[in-house]
């Protein structure tokens, strides 16, 4: 194996690397693939002390995307060497080229590559790697694969075989909470056989019941069911879900705690008689039971509560004896009660908001406690300092039910932290150029934030959120965005069913304020008026007497915009609808993205100055496609003229998609529930679509009748093909 690496002014990496491959396998040479380096992280190591000696020569990262990037760079800076495995189609994929060495694994199929535990054995054996780190996801809480390590004299970089089993399995460690007087929920701490058992369970504790994998996580094998008719659906669902993600289909049932928060305690034990907890995550916005925005510390608990969740939680940990990172999960009601819910063995996703409020770098802690070291820490020295936010942008859907989202990214640019503060931080896999692949989670990036306390974080990540350039894929960015905005979230309302009940017809983008509304269209007329203003920069004697007179039109809404005054390309005031605004263009972060200073024109000095970003996505006739508050936005720029002739022009009509059923994303069919001839009514199923690991049900949107069944089970679809036909 051989790299070499060159640091260029504009911090491209140069790699030349040599990828191996297992046998059968297909192996090829990558060599000068440029990579757009990351800011290396920004919080405090446990020691600034210089490794004299690597704590491993060599690790393996059993895992893909982001996390292995994240482990690589700790890896890195500790002086170990790394080991990518990839799938055939991830061959190219940032983490390979981040690494020392790559191993192809198997094919595209998760079971094939990243789940073949005989293929990844082979690849460490092959590479000589001494420790292997999980990620997240996977074979990260597979008890199996850490008995075959520790049969091998590999070190996992994480808990034993033991206490993964007791806690991974969520009937057993239900079972070991309750002995460890930690606060469960009610329900059977059984595997449950069929629907008739499940169904007498649930009559037993009552509805609502939640039915989860028994090896589950992720929010992936979870439904909720409120009657027996969504029990038995939620069964089959979570029971195909759960064998897909997991290769066991166990599942439990328990009550279902409804309008609860969930907050999760982070431990760290070193196996040698020390355990402490690293404060808690809020991680309450969730949509289909995964988590979406996540925040640490919780804007709820106090400190007594705080100290009593750490307290059961390093109670659990000590009585499986735990060892390296984990995550007490746990369901909490408005009188500040917690309940436990279950025990990640791994790192979390959400980890780096930890690492931002306490300073410590947990995948560090991770490997030093794999290599036999004591933690040599106290719980007094775990401080709570700051606010941080985490926000997973994932290629996804928002205004189609987060259905996933699958291309090439044409146009990515992260954000800046402009501040160079380090308080912006963006944990991805992915460069331009890259493909998200329907194979696997749609996982763009984490964009954590930072500040002094809640408000500032979420100002950060609002304007990080304004910046981030994703082009080619549909995201979630609008959504987020949005919840910046929402009143309930900033003031810290949160539940699990924070999203249903605020959006309980789905996301349909961001609703413009009025001064929301009035920036957009004084930055578009500023943009379009700079564009126009070209030609005439050496003759201004030649600008027409209405040039700087527009009719800007947004969401069928159209407004009266004129420039009054023009310093170049920089400065303007602008009248918006009979108000007058000082624009200035205070700096271009990329091609796309535009830094505006906005304020009210009037005799008074104090008059606020506003912050706006504006993303120009593209040309469209008589205006420009734009992303304002996360949102897109369709913004003509007409002259007065132009808009009066457009007044006379017919209106494109809507096309009637009500007859007929399109597939809202790739995927592949696993059911179909109606045939020809079939009459059905509204909110009936018709069939399931599985893509990125969930099943997915397609309902009937009104009662009709079945006229055409075009696909069967085991078939796979493409996005907006028709499925099935009606009358």
Known sequence: ??????????????????????????????????????????????????????????????????????????????????????????VNSLHVRLADEAVCVGPAKSSESYLNMDNILKAIKATGAEAVHPGYGFLSENPKFVKLLEANGVTFIGPGSHAMYSMGDKIESKKLAQKAGVNVIPGRLADIKDVPEMLEIAKEIGYPIMIKASAGGGGKGMRIAWNDKEAEEGYRLAKQEASNSFGDDRLLVEKYIDNPRHIEIQVMADGKGTTLYFNERECSIQRRNQKVLEEAPSPFLDEATRKAMGAQACALAEAVGYKSAGTVEFLVDSQRNFYFLEMNTRLQVEHPITEYITGYDLVELMLKVAAGEKLNLKQSDIPLKGWAMEARVYAEDPLRNFLPSIGRLNGYVEPQDINNDGTVRVDS???????????????????????????????????????????????????????????????????????????????????????????????????????????????????????????????????????????????????????????ECSSLL???????????????????????????????PQGYKVQHYGSLFDVMVQSEKEHEMWKLMPKKQAVDTTKVLESPMPGRITSVAVKEGDTVTAGQELAVVEAMKMQNVLRAQRDTKVTKVHVKPGQDVQVDQVLIEFA
């Open 590 to 620: 990329s091609d796309q993205v535009q830094y505006y200073e906005l304020r009210e024109a009037s005799e008074e000095e104090s008059a606020p100055t506003k912050r706006s970003v504006l993303q120009v996505i593209k040309r469209i």
């Open 1 to 90: 194996f051989s790299i070499q690496k060159e640091i260029t002014q504009t911090n491209t990496v140069l790699f030349k690397m040599s990828i191996r491959s297992l046998s059968g396998f297909s192996s090829l040479s990558l060599k000068n693939n440029a990579i757009r380096g990351n800011k290396s992280l920004r919080f405090a190591s446990q020691t600034k002390e210089k490794v004299q000696k690597p704590l491993f020569n060599k690790i393996l990262i059993a895992n893909r995307g982001e996390i292995a990037c994240r482990v690589i760079k700790t890896a890195k800076k500790l002086g170990i060497k790394t080991v990518a495995i990839h799938s055939e189609p991830d």
């Open 429 to 583: 896999g992915v460069v331009e150029g890259d493909d998200i692949q329907v194979h696997y989670d749609p996982l763009i990036s984490k964009l954590v934030t930072y500040g002094p306390d809640r408000e500032s974080s979420i100002k950060r990540m609002s304007e990080a959120l304004d910046s981030y350039v994703i082009r080619g894929v549909n995201h979630n960015v609008p959504f987020l965005r949005s919840m910046m905005e929402h009143p309930r979230y900033v003031e810290g309302r949160l539940t699990t069913k924070f999203i249903q009940e605020e959006y309980p017809e789905g996301f349909k983008g961001h609703e413009l304020t009025e001064s929301q509304r009035e920036e957009l269209l004084a930055t578009v007329a500023f943009q379009h008026f700079a564009r126009l203003f070209k030609p005439y920069q050496n003759n201004t004697d030649s600008i027409p007497p209405s040039f700087g007179n527009f009719v800007v039109t947004v969401q069928d809404q159209s407004f009266p915009v004129s420039i009054e005054e023009a310093q170049e390309n920089a400065y303007a005031i602008i009248n918006v609808n009979g108000k007058l605004f000082e624009v």
